[in-house]
């Protein structure tokens, strides 16, 4: 008697494809690329400013306006992105907003004047401003917390290294194809990062490449941190208002960003000004944002060092506010040299003196305050820090534009300011970060 042959019977639920070991990094790889592009196209504008504004007659006042433009809406936006992003998800968030932001950029190409560059820019701040609370929570929902340190270093050092390359891709673009290619290229890199993080990303949950011991490391984290309570109920604004600490906190980073906007956005022209040729600066315009990288990653592990040979949490995190503070003020010797490398050095260790000082500033909140009241003071902060950008770049037109001037000392007074505001900040911060009678009421944590 014949029998048929039957195939097995294979469950196609119990096909499994192979996990891919330390998937968080890979996903911590992916938001670090996002905010090199993130950053390539918003210094697109920067570098090209020192020819748009001969081509389009524009004073310094208008390229302040310009950057103002995209200062105002990357401030209004981080906090509605960011609460979009908390709704409906981290990959649908980032998904949404780096498609927005790479079709305005590739549309920037169409830009006929100021008005209608002034539109695309404060377009693309308001759309790219999600990158940093989408790669937060990302990391929020990837990284066990002994690990988000680190994950947060890395996406974050995006910003400095697509600082440090965007001269050589948009100059290079710009001299041999002209300026409205140079804005197209990093739409075009957010469409392909798009593609990698619509195939890559899902929470660890869902994802189906996650191994086993690795999912359940980070929901083991999870769960730790759900069970941790303080007691400490949500301050309101006007008692967090009331506290010197919050104050300590938001003048660390009003005093100290606007430096670093300053040089991401004016530095090109501040070396034109100078008499150097943007060609042969090319290199020294890269090299701030590798300093800078390399201060964030002194800061938090100096003053972490510190705290493990038995320093005060207070007394590491303010050693890294005096190196800073200090440091900034090596800009003010560069009024005295028209030398490319003596300049290039003198802003290169401002900046790592600046990281330093600003990675303090970006943890004062998680050290100071209760769970329930981080992101409040961390938002205040953040807000302190748009204000103080905006004012310092109308500032910043209006003085570099002053007719009486010699073009070579345009820049003078601007320079000054920006070494003497962070120090000044950082005597408030030394005065206003400690220990007070709210600290033993509970309304503070001790430092």
Known sequence: MSTSWQPPQINVSQISVRPIANLRWWIGGLLFLSTIINYIDRQTLSLLAPFLKQDYHWTNTDYANLLIGFRVGYSIGQTVLGRLVDRIGTRRGLSITVFLYSIISVATSLARGFYSFAVFRCLLGTTESANWPGATKAVSEWFPKRERGLATALFDSGSSVGG??????????????GWRLSFILPGLLGFLWLFLWRKVYYTPQEHPRISQQELQMIL??????????????????????KLPQTWGTIIAKTFTDPVWFFVTDWFPIYLVAKGIPLKSGLIAVWIP??????????????????VKRGWSLGSARKSMVIFGGIGVLLLIPTLFTVKLYLITLLFALSTF??????????????????????????????????IGTILAFKLIGYFSDLPHIAASHSFDRIIVAAGIVPFIGMMLVLFLVRNTEATRHGLVRPI
């Open 353 to 386: 003196a600046y990281a330093s000082f600003s990675t303090i500033a970006n943890v004062l909140p998680s050290d100071l305050f209760f769970s329930q009241s981080v992101a409040t003071v961390s938002g205040m902060s953040g807000t302190g820090a748009g």
């Open 164 to 177: 440090a390359i965007a001269p050589f891709i948009i100059l290079g673009v710009y001299f041999r194809w």
């Open 289 to 306: 944002f590798i300093a800078a990288d390399l201060g964030n990653f002194f800061g938090g592990g100096v003053s972490g060092f510190l």
């Open 220 to 241: 083991a984290d999870s769960s730790d941190t759900a069970q941790v309570t303080t007691g400490k109920g949500q301050q309101p604004w006007h008692a967090l208002l």
